[in-house]
């Protein structure tokens, strides 16, 4: 299935035929800044 390919490779199909690719964009550094910045924030406050 190509859909499931793509998935694989971190790309989403819509309905409507368009594409998100959630490998590329910045997308992943943006999510791992904001996990990362909460893990950190929650750390703090054990201190």
């Known amino acids: 299935d190509s859909g499931y390919a793509d998935g694989e490779k971190g790309i989403l199909n819509s309905s409507n035929g368009k594409q ?3 490998s590329g964009g910045g997308l ?3 999510i791992t800044k ?3 910045d909460t893990i950190l924030s ?3 406050s054990m201190l």
Do not use: W
């Open 20 to 22: 998100l690719d959630l």
């Open 28 to 30: 992943k550094d943006k």
């Open 34 to 36: 904001q996990v990362c």
């Open 42 to 44: 929650q750390a703090k």
